[in-house]
């Protein structure tokens, strides 16, 4: 039995004119990551991009408090953070499979015992799947 399949998202951005290049810059990077949020529910790969945006919009929101709504910044910098999180837990596996892949290229097929090269994709992407459901 297959996974029900998920709506596709139906997402319309117009780029608003804004009063200063700071409000510019936070609707880049927000887009950036509203795109992200899209492809992840469609199964494209979008975390590094993604991640890279909320490093920014992170960044942003420290250096410009002063500037920002005082009680509307922090709540978007804890939920910047815990999607941070999600997504490099995401990343993490990711990045271990390609590493222990080349790694299991590089011994000689002799000395390989078993099916090591399905046990690392299975075992990581038990770790991926979950963290992608969060």
Do not use: C
């Not at 927000?30 to 492809?39: F, K, M, Q, S, T």
């Not at 590094?48 to 910098?77: N, Q």
């Not at 011994?107 to 459901?133: F, K, M, Y």
Request: net charge negative.
């Amino acid at each position: 039995m297959s996974a029900p399949a998920i709506p596709e998202a139906e997402v319309t951005r117009t780029v608003p004119q804004h009063s200063s290049p700071l409000s510019g810059y936070l609707a880049e990077q927000i887009g950036h990551i509203l795109d992200g949020l899209v492809g992840l529910r469609e199964g494209t790969d979008p975390i590094h991009d993604t991640r890279v945006a909320i490093r920014r919009v992170r960044s942003t929101l420290r250096v410009f408090k002063k500037l920002l709504d005082p009680d509307a910044a922090p709540v978007m910098e804890e939920e910047l953070k815990w999607f941070a999180g999600v997504l490099g837990d995401v990343r993490d596996a990711q990045v271990q499979q390609g590493r222990l892949r080349a790694a299991l290229d590089d011994i000689p097929e002799l000395l390989v015992l078993g099916p090591v090269g399905s046990r690392i994709n299975l075992d990581l992407r038990g770790i991926e799947i979950p963290a992608r459901e969060r």
